[in-house]
């Protein structure tokens, strides 16, 4: 009868053990809920003029700051999100020397910022390619001499409509931090001028960047 009741338990445990081992267990996601970056670029902003006053803007180039926060769209490699870029650019201001805060042609500086609603597409471990869609406003203000700080124009901030792609590639060191390299173009469409047919300028810019994954899902 002992021996019995031995082999009756062995038996359950048995049967219990080979139970547990056929349920299929499911999977736990664990995704960041949202993601932020920050990158610095070299940009090259094409010449334009002022619409309120006429005095040529020659810019040159210099480094930009972006940060953006964006969310995933579904369980994909494709987000949704915010962009802010700043960058303080040098320029040649070409106006009159005898119009108030202005000078017939003198080394100056400009800070550029822009806001962008953004579309990205890829990322992942390893190497992926990297897809960007912006559009929004760039923001051209606190236009001073190089040599003095002297305000120039009337103060006042212009904004020009901007759309820009971006292409490059991406490494992902972790499925929460990854880094990029990517090549963007913009163009600006700017308000038509009485005596101009060109209506747009063009900026490019090269960046280098890294991504951080937020919270979880």
Not at 18 to 46: F, Y
Not at 85 to 100: D, E, F, N, V
Not at 101 to 111: E, F, G, L, P, V
Request: hydrophobic fraction near 40%; charge should be positive; include cysteine.
């Amino acid at each position: 009868m002992i021996r019995r009741a031995l082999f009756v338990v062995t038996l359950l445990f048995v049967c219990t053990g080979l139970a547990r081992a056929q349920i299929i267990r499911p999977q736990i996601r664990s995704q960041p809920s949202a993601w932020t970056s920050l990158a610095i670029g070299w940009m090259q902003q094409q010449g334009l003029n002022d619409p309120e006053t006429g005095a040529a803007w020659d810019f040159g180039s210099g480094p930009q700051w972006r940060a953006s926060l964006e969310v995933p769209m579904g369980y994909g490699a494709t987000t949704v999100g915010v962009v802010g870029t700043i960058a303080k650019m040098p320029l040649i201001y070409s106006g009159s020397a005898l119009t108030p805060n202005s000078c017939a042609q003198c080394d100056a500086d400009a800070m550029v910022s822009q806001i962008f609603g953004a579309l990205r597409m890829g990322g992942n471990t390893g190497f992926h390619q990297v897809i960007d869609l912006a559009a929004g406003t760039t923001m051209f203000s606190n236009f001073r001499q190089t040599n003095g700080g002297t305000k120039l124009g009337t103060g006042k901030m212009t904004q020009n409509f901007t759309f820009a792609i971006a292409y490059g590639f991406g490494y992902g060191l972790s499925p929460r931090t990854q880094i990029f390299f990517t090549q963007e173009y913009a163009l600006q469409i700017l308000k038509r001028q009485a005596g101009s047919a060109n209506n747009t300028a063009q900026q490019t810019t090269l960046r280098f960047g890294g991504r951080y994954g937020l919270g979880g899902r």
